[in-house]
């Protein structure tokens, strides 16, 4: 009796576990499952202070200061700039999630090459 409860206990398990990894893998139901894509972008800043160790996913503080100019910050001391190129592109993503104010929290994506260019990414991302 004991043997037979166990397999039948079992096979009731299976069932339920396979229907619903054919659930999971139904390619129809895919798309109405999926959110919409967020595409994460990236701005390039050059690192003025070489004695400051930036690690990847280190939390920077970009402000902008008029115009072009946006300065990268650790701990309130300047570090860096964000390249002048990127900046428009910056503040237009800014402008369009109405994030009021001339601060926005990023994190580090890559680190400084020999030119001391690094990326960095908003903490937050932006909505397209």
Do not use: W
């Amino acid at each position: 009796m004991g043997l037979d409860f166990i397999r039948a206990k079992g096979e009731r398990f299976v069932q339920k576990r396979d229907k619903a990894r054919y659930k999971e893998l139904d390619l129809h139901d895919l798309r109405t499952r999926l959110g919409v894509d967020e595409i994460t972008a990236r701005y390039r800043c050059q690192l003025d202070d070489r004695s400051f160790a930036l690690e990847i996913s280190k939390p920077l503080i970009l402000r902008h200061i008029q115009g072009n100019v946006m300065h990268v910050l650790s701990v309130n001391r300047k570090i860096g700039h964000v390249l002048p190129e990127e900046v428009a592109d910056l503040l237009a993503a800014m402008r369009k999630n109405q994030h009021k104010g001339e601060f926005l929290t990023v994190v580090v994506v890559s680190l400084p090459e020999f030119d001391g260019t690094f990326t960095v990414k908003p903490k937050t991302a932006f909505k397209r």
